[in-house]
């Protein structure tokens, strides 16, 4: 009768954890994705209008912006209906122009516009980090720097490699950040985004093997396909 009852109330206890837990998930969501997507419309539009340019939802990027404002969102579908990962970061690739960057700046936009903490992150051009890399005199201080926090690293794979005089000639600097950004990711959950042109087998052939396998675990891969946007 004693087991009965422990059982009962394990049963009982369990069952309000996960309530507790479901609920707290819910208020960790902002906004639903049929609200996010209203608000990056009308951002979006407002954005390119800024570059002299019109917003269109087509073929090309109709699919890419419901899976990326369901991310934004938290959107429990991102990962049973897109085999996603809500706490992994998102790494867009695609061609020149297709609007990657445009797309998390819209979010930026949202998020300055209507006080949206959750959804703010610094964009970091790839080729400013290795300008500071090659001018900075403490050099490990520029990898340390850019290996906390969350951040989207932008056009990663056109960034040069960087002058490194301690090893006497030149070092691609992104292996080492991305590296100690999957330290980061396991230890304490700290979310990377990135854009980029290269795919998956690109980066292994840029980065090696070893970027390649932590890149996996770290990211959610949206390709945004479609020519340029800026003609």
Same mark, same amino acid.
């Given at each position: 009768?004693?087991?009965?009852?422990?059982?009962?109330?394990?049963?009982?206890?369990?069952?309000?954890?996960?309530?507790?837990?479901?609920?707290?998930?819910?208020?960790?969501?902002?906004?639903?994705?049929?609200?996010?997507?209203?608000?990056?419309?009308?951002?979006?539009?407002?954005?390119?209008?800024?570059?002299?340019?019109?917003?269109?939802?087509?073929?090309?990027?109709?699919?890419?912006?419901?899976?990326?404002?369901?991310?934004?969102?938290?959107?429990?579908?991102?990962?049973?209906?897109?085999?996603?990962?809500?706490?992994?970061?998102?790494?867009?690739?695609?061609?020149?122009?297709?609007?990657?960057?445009?797309?998390?700046?819209? @979010? =930026? #936009?949202? *998020? %300055?516009?209507?006080?949206?903490?959750?959804?703010?992150?610094?964009?970091? +051009?790839? !080729?400013?980090?290795?300008?500071?890399?090659?001018?900075?005199?403490?050099?490990?201080?520029? @990898? =340390? #720097?850019? *290996? %906390?926090?969350?951040?989207?690293?932008?056009?990663?794979?056109?960034?040069? +490699?960087? !002058?490194?005089?301690?090893?006497?000639?030149?070092?691609?600097?992104?292996?080492?950040?991305?590296?100690?950004?999957? *330290?980061?990711?396991?230890?304490?959950?700290?979310?990377?985004?990135?854009?980029?042109?290269?795919?998956?087998?690109?980066?292994?052939?840029?980065?090696?093997?070893?970027?390649?396998?932590?890149?996996?675990?770290?990211?959610?891969?949206?390709?945004?396909?479609?020519?340029?946007?800026?003609?």
């Amino acid at each position: 009768m004693g087991i009965t009852n422990s059982r009962m109330a394990i049963n009982k206890w369990t069952t309000s954890f996960k309530e507790r837990k479901k609920n707290a998930l819910k208020k960790e969501r902002i906004m639903n994705t049929d609200q996010l997507k209203h608000l990056f419309k009308n951002e979006a539009q407002i954005y390119y209008a800024s570059k002299n340019r019109s917003f269109d939802v087509d073929f090309d990027n109709k699919n890419f912006l419901n899976i990326f404002c369901k991310y934004f969102a938290q959107d429990p579908s991102f990962e049973s209906d897109h085999k996603g990962d809500l706490n992994k970061g998102l790494l867009v690739y695609g061609s020149n122009g297709t609007g990657k960057t445009s797309s998390f700046h819209i @979010i =930026q #936009n949202i *998020s %300055k516009k209507y006080g949206v903490k959750p959804l703010w992150f610094p964009i970091i +051009e790839t !080729s400013k980090v290795v300008t500071q890399f090659n001018t900075q005199k403490d050099k490990d201080y520029v @990898i =340390q #720097n850019y *290996s %906390k926090g969350r951040l989207l690293f932008d056009d990663l794979g056109a960034e040069n +490699e960087g !002058s490194n005089m301690f090893i006497y000639g030149k070092e691609d600097i992104f292996i080492r950040i991305m590296e100690a950004r999957y *330290s980061q990711f396991i230890s304490k959950k700290i979310i990377t985004h990135i854009t980029t042109n290269l795919k998956l087998n690109d980066i292994k052939k840029r980065y090696g093997s070893r970027v390649e396998d932590r890149f996996v675990e770290m990211f959610n891969f949206i390709e945004l396909t479609g020519t340029s946007r800026r003609i």
